[in-house]
């Protein structure tokens, strides 16, 4: 009789997981508090959780997280956000690392 692997635990595990980067996600997009040790926690919660369960950011959220430094990246605050030929620069204010994203014209993003 073959040993089998996963199952139900593996299932529950990741949609915890999943629940928790919804929520850590969530922190990120209202950012209320603007308290950046918060955010900043927040943000690398979310890269950990992803790295160990196998789960995606989706893309709003991906934007809002510098992986070179950990920290959360809030126009103004901790970034820098500038537009040139056609992409969206974002540039982290505590490491330097800057972020290229293509700009989509359709959508207004």
């Known amino acids: 009789m073959p040993i089998r692997r996963g199952g139900k635990k593996s299932r529950i595990r ?26 900043d926690s927040a943000a690398r919660s979310i890269l950990l959780i992803g ?7 989706n893309i709003e959220t991906n934007r ?9 990246l809030m126009p103004g605050t901790t ?5 040139s030929n056609g992409f969206i620069l974002n540039t982290c204010i ?6 290229r994203f293509k700009l989509n014209r359709n959508s207004g993003e």
Do not use: M, P, Y
Request: hydrophobic fraction near 25%; proline fraction near 0%.
């Open 79 to 83: 970034s820098r956000v500038r537009f």
């Open 14 to 39: 990741k949609q915890n997981a999943a629940k928790s980067v919804e929520f850590l996600s969530s922190i990120l997009k209202n950012n209320l508090d603007h308290n950046s040790i918060t955010l």
């Open 51 to 57: 790295k160990k369960h196998g789960i995606r950011t």
């Open 94 to 99: 505590s490491c330097g690392k800057t972020h």
């Open 64 to 72: 809002k997280i510098c992986r070179n430094c950990k920290s959360s």
